[in-house]
């Protein structure tokens, strides 16, 4: 039926208008789009494109770890001494929020398949909690290193290597032994790679936060919990990858030259 | 009843019993490896110049054992499409490929050592 004859009719144009854009749509939910067989092979491609640009991330962030691994191995001394500066507690405090934020998002991603609106929301909303708790602690533990002067660049301090015994509290736990001024200077390459792993890890966090409050309002008007969790869906496969980044730079930035 | 079968095979649902057992098992993971990070596991001279210190193994060993995890089951990897399975295996397998050469190169030589 055509839309001229939809107005035509006056009094009956909006059922009408409702049967064009049924037909227009032909078999399908109005959430397929037309250059698809079907809604499996919709979800399937979108899926298999999230996969392919997660693999663009691991090669990004995997350019990182090599290089860190490469510092680490040239100056081994420096990056063991650096890294006995970041703290464990908050370290692994971090970590169970990001694991603990993964768990409410696939809990979305269920909520939104099983389609409860309800809970939908408050999984939405647990993650995005998590995700600022996240970045909250990470705030607290760069500004230790502002205070220290462990930032690189013209205000950067070797104090803490070239003498320990004048950081206490770092001293009381692994007693280092102090650093020869060149080796020393290398910690500030540690902090470098540290900041630039950590920092291009908590921008992906927040770009995800900004997409979580798109969704949470979204939600919140009853979308995903039609059948179409597509975007729920990948959204939580990027939400994991950021997740996955962080258990390799804990392992790697505050574990390995621990003991 | 049919369509809704296969509706089922196409798109699995994975069961909030699932997400919180791997929950579970990742916090366990957590606790181990900071735990291992605590005590010195020695080291493997495997050849002069050319030493493994088993601590940084047992935390990516770890590590990856939680990413599996991750990957399976909260990314659905398990239960996707063998296309899907094949190209994050394929893509992993180019990212080993990349690191491990280069990691390979810049360790036997002794170029950039001040």
């Known amino acids: 039926m055509s839309d001229s004859t939809a107005i035509a009719n006056g009094g009956q144009a909006l059922s009408n208008s409702a049967n064009t854009a049924n037909s227009a749509h032909g078999e399908h939910p109005p959430y397929q789009r037309h250059h698809f067989a079907s809604v499996e092979q919709q979800a399937d491609t979108t899926n298999f494109a999230m996969w392919l640009f997660l693999l663009t991330e691991i090669m990004f962030f995997g350019g990182l770890f090599t290089s860190y691994l490469i510092m680490r191995n040239w100056y081994y001394q420096a990056f063991v001494d650096a890294s006995h500066q970041l703290s464990i507690f908050w370290g692994t405090g971090n970590t169970v929020v990001l694991i603990a934020s993964s768990f409410t998002m696939a809990m979305s991603v269920w909520s939104a398949e099983m389609k409860r609106r309800k809970s939908l929301l408050i999984y939405l909303c647990l993650t995005l909690v998590f995700g600022l708790t996240f970045l909250g602690i990470k705030g607290i533990e760069w500004h230790e290193k502002w205070e220290k002067h462990h930032i690189p660049g013209a205000h950067y301090s070797v104090q803490s290597f070239l003498n320990p015994q004048s950081d206490p509290e770092v001293y009381k736990e692994y007693q280092d032994k102090p650093l020869p001024p060149d080796a020393a200077q290398k910690t500030e390459e540690y902090f470098f790679l540290y900041f630039a792993m950590t920092g291009m890890h908590a921008l992906h966090m927040v770009i995800g936060i900004g997409i979580l409050v798109f969704m949470i309002f979204r939600a919140k008007a009853g979308a995903y919990t039609t059948g179409h969790v597509t975007f729920v869906e990948n959204f939580g496969l990027y939400w994991h990858f950021v997740d996955i980044i962080w258990i390799y730079l804990f392992a790697l930035l505050y574990l390995i030259s621990r003991h | ?114």
Do not use: C
Request: hydrophobic share 55%; charged share 10%.
């Open chain 2, 1 to 114: 009843m049919s369509e809704q079968h296969e509706q089922e095979h196409e798109h699995h649902i994975v069961s909030p019993v699932t997400y919180m057992i791997i929950f579970g098992a990742l916090l366990v993971g957590t606790a181990l490896t900071v735990l291992a990070s605590y005590f010195d596991l020695g080291e493997w001279h495997i050849a002069p110049g050319l030493t493994l210190f088993w601590n940084p193994v047992v935390a990516l060993a770890i590590a990856t054992t939680k990413m599996m995890l991750v990957v399976l089951f909260f990314m659905h990897v398990k239960y996707s499409s063998k296309l899907t399975k094949l190209t994050v295996a394929a893509g992993f397998f180019m990212f080993l490929v990349l690191v491990g050469m280069t990691l390979a190169d810049y360790f036997t030589r002794a170029w950039g050592r001040w």
